[in-house]
């Protein structure tokens, strides 16, 4: 792997992010959560990243995967840098904190993805075969969305080309009728903002179904019509029907209006996914894609605090402790990586009859979507103010708390 540099190598070795011993309850800092976190998320995506740049990605990946025959390995690479983006593209695109070790991973990320579009690199990624690379591609185009200055303004045009021909590949692929249909809308959107167009009965169908025929109540939706119990909500649905709502709203589409709604559901579920982290950092270990995600169960969280769309009774700061618990409970096991540094299939540690057989090493860089939140200024009260405990400590200790009031629409 190409050579650490001496600022990433210089914060790496301070060793904040030392699990062994450590309270998931301890009363840190702001300051002290927010190392803790880069430190968190630089250690998952760093391989990703480095071999992307290098252009070594396809080389020196392992895959890892309940899948023995191999079948979805030319798909895994996509997985892997189309989710680290995702998840790691606010703090790339925010001005505030850690600045020349966010001007170096901008560098990598860019030069990974201009890699990933070059049809005549070794590691250029599949786009336009199969299925899977709908899923990724999506969530590529979110990384996108959500980083346009530092990952779309400063590349290349030849690189961005190479991008929206890389994006319009996947519509041979038609999606399945769940969640699938979000990964197409957020393609499209991607393109939409980027370009100025796209194929927008592809983009409107996904989120037409959902606003009109897959709503359960109370901030949840089914996986299409039937209603799973897992964290899809927070994986993909929420996430993505927001972003795709807020380009919709950017250019004037019609249909936008449902960007309110969404708003309001939205911030319901990320009021619930709070309630549901423990006082120790541990949270109910249920539904599909559990040991592809770990905690990308609180993508949609993390988003909420980010675009400040938390509810008026849980504060920014203790969404930061609750999630600070959970990331360092969850990577406190010494088999979370391999020795090359990266992630290994499962929930904690190495566990891979808990994996689908569409789990792979590329999959499991979605864990890195917890890391939305670090988009936001330092001097903001997710950051700056001080400790406060999450919901279900105050309850377990006899605490007064609102009652949970459900939504109506």
Known sequence: MKRITI???IWLSLSVFSLQGQSPSGKRSGAEERRIWVEAMLKISDPVLRHGAA???????PYESPDKKQERRDFSYLEALGRTLCGISPWLESEDGEPELKEEYRQLARQALT???????PDYMTFDHGTQPLVDAAYLSEGLLRAPRQLWNKLEPSARDNVIAALKQTRSITPMNSNWLLFA???????????GECDTARMLY???RFRDDFYKGDGMYGDGQPFHMDYYNSYVIHPM???VLMVMDDHGIPGREFLATERVRHTRHAKTLERFIAPDGTYPVIGRSIAACRFGAFHALSQAALLEMLPGEVTPAQVRCALTAVILRQLEHPDNFDAEGWLRV????NQMRIAEPYVNTGSLYHCTTVFLALGLPVSHPFWSDPYTPWTSIRAWNGEEIEWDQPIKN
């Open 115 to 121: 890699h990933a579009v070059d049809p005549s690199h």
């Open 346 to 349: 499962g929930f904690v540690g």
């Open 185 to 195: 809308s957020t393609v499209e959107a991607a393109i939409l903002d980027f370009t």
């Open 55 to 61: 252009g070594t990605l396809k080389a020196n990946m």
């Open 7 to 9: 600022a990433c190598s």
């Open 241 to 243: 029907l927001l972003d």
């Open 206 to 208: 996904g989120i037409e």
